[in-house]
């Protein structure tokens, strides 16, 4: 556990990293009204950025307020133990799709009351006694699919293409476009708080779903305990909605006044590569809103013509890929992103050579390359010259253009 843990130009209030067959780290931000949501400290669209960005290259961020840690307080610092929801987003019929949903996976409804009906404290010490992600993941569709009740309008249907333009208005408050062929199922729900739901029914039933908060200064200024009240549910919704990312859909906390920065033909029910995906392509610590920025140089290398991406034709493997790769290493994500854009085989992320297991970041086995973190200590060496004696071409990012390398992988150009 770190306490005020500096990363990359955010500052969570602790950092927990969970030491198991999976490593995870969990970022906890302890927020006060005053300083981030009020009229004279508006940090919501900043707060959005930075831990979205968060969430796509380090894992879970969770948001608690005072009054949570009060309310814990008050009840003995014990787990919930209610068998009625402590915080209860929706009432009667919602609630009971929520419960039907949960039950079909095997598991008894009442823990939705324990682990996501109640204070965010609670949800954070179950995740952490317990991380499961499938487990996690259906709770969050689930709880979801009780929010689908609160609708005000019938569902859009929709293919691919019909999606973003969907989920946009949804988020804007606008009308829903009339609904066309496809089995993908747009909701703008209210439960409590606008919700933006999406249920691609293409193969089994994949959910995502984007919750934002109107953060205009005339907005708040106009109504502040109304304010205050959809500050709190946002941070509510953004806790459980990141769940869903461990299955195949999308999730997304966002601010009103910063919608123009979410490009929703990124999703994955979009036929994009994801929103976290997206974004795990970017530097931690960049500003989301300058399109101008390059990206990072190479070390010692020519710049080279750059390959237009293409999100819509990145495999899911690739996908994958991208999401493990280490955030701060310089170069690695645009090398690996570019690859992709190639269409090069994916590679093992994480590989292990020799009994030594001497790490490589990428590697591409039957081609012998590999990517490797840069480095010129004794161990980079050592490593360095493992894989050489066994046959390998190993370089750090810097050491790369992708066209190099996947001439000697032998991907398509």
């Known amino acids: 556990m770190l306490l005020q843990n500096t990363i990359r130009g955010t500052r969570p209030d602790v950092v927990f990293r969970l030491v198991s067959d999976q490593p995870q780290e969990i970022s906890v931000y302890l927020d006060g009204y005053e300083f981030h949501a009020s009229p004279?400290?508006?940090?919501?669209?900043?707060?959005?950025?930075?831990?979205?960005r968060l969430r796509a290259h380090r894992g879970l961020v969770f948001q608690v307020t005072w009054n949570d840690i009060d309310d814990w307080e008050l009840r003995g610092f014990g787990p919930n133990t209610s068998k009625e929801p402590l915080v209860a987003p929706y009432q009667g019929n919602a609630q009971n799709s929520a419960r039907t949903l949960y039950q079909r996976s095997g598991r008894d409804a009442d823990e939705l009351v324990k682990t996501m009906w109640t204070n965010p404290?609670?949800?954070?010490?179950?995740?952490?006694?317990?991380?499961?992600?499938?487990?996690?993941?259906?709770?969050?569709?689930a709880v979801v699919a009780g929010a689908t009740q609160t609708a005000k309008t019938?569902?859009?249907?929709?293919?691919?293409?019909?999606?973003?333009?969907?989920?946009?208005?949804?988020?804007?408050?606008?009308?829903?476009?009339?609904?066309?062929?496809?089995?993908?199922?747009?909701?703008?729900?209210?439960?409590p708080?606008?919700?933006?739901?999406?249920?691609?029914?293409?193969?089994?039933?994949?959910?995502?779903?984007?919750?934002?908060?109107?953060?205009?200064?005339?907005?708040?200024?106009?109504?502040?305990?109304?304010?205050?009240?959809?500050?709190?549910?946002?941070l509510y919704w953004g806790n459980l909605l990141q769940f869903l990312d461990f299955g195949a859909g999308d999730s997304a906390q966002l601010a009103l006044s910063a919608l123009d920065?979410?490009?929703?033909?990124?999703?994955?029910?979009?036929?994009?590569?994801?929103?976290?995906?997206?974004?795990?392509?970017?530097?931690?610590?960049?500003?989301?809103?300058?399109?101008?920025?390059?990206?990072?140089?190479?070390?010692?290398?020519?710049?080279?013509?750059?390959?237009?991406?293409?999100?819509?034709?990145?495999?899911p493997d690739w996908a994958e890929a991208l999401d493990l790769l280490d955030p701060d290493e310089l170069g690695?994500?645009?090398?690996?992103?570019?690859?992709?854009?190639?269409?090069?085989?994916?590679?093992?992320?994480?590989?292990?050579?020799?009994?030594?297991?001497?790490?490589?970041?990428?590697?591409?086995?039957?081609?012998?390359?590999?990517?490797v973190l840069a480095g010129d200590d004794d161990e980079a060496r050592k490593r360095d010259a493992a894989y050489a004696e066994d046959g390998w071409q190993a370089r750090p990012a810097s050491g790369w253009t992708a066209t190099e390398l996947a001439e000697r992988i032998g991907g398509e150009q």
């Open 332 to 371: 690695l994500a645009e090398l690996a992103h570019e690859l992709a854009v190639l269409a090069v085989p994916a590679p093992e992320v994480g590989y292990e050579l020799g009994e030594h297991a001497w790490q490589a970041e990428l590697a591409w086995p039957a081609a012998k390359a590999a990517v």
């Open 40 to 52: 004279a400290h508006n940090r919501l669209a900043d707060d959005a950025r930075k831990r979205a």
């Open 154 to 191: 019938p569902p859009s249907a929709s293919d691919v293409t019909g999606v973003a333009k969907r989920v946009t208005a949804a988020l804007q408050g606008d009308q829903l476009p009339a609904a066309e062929n496809g089995r993908i199922a747009t909701i703008a729900a209210a439960a």
């Open 261 to 315: 920065e979410f490009d929703a033909s990124q999703l994955a029910a979009a036929g994009g590569s994801g929103f976290l995906t997206m974004l795990s392509l970017l530097p931690l610590d960049a500003d989301l809103t300058d399109d101008t920025l390059p990206p990072p140089p190479r070390r010692g290398l020519e710049p080279e013509p750059r390959p237009v991406p293409s999100d819509h034709a990145m495999s």
């Open 121 to 141: 404290v609670d949800t954070l010490l179950a995740y952490m006694t317990d991380p499961d992600q499938k487990l996690w993941l259906a709770r969050a569709e």
């Open 193 to 234: 708080g606008p919700l933006a739901i999406i249920l691609d029914q293409r193969n089994g039933a994949t959910w995502s779903a984007f919750t934002v908060v109107d953060d205009r200064s005339e907005t708040i200024e106009a109504d502040p305990d109304g304010h205050k009240k959809r500050w709190a549910n946002w």
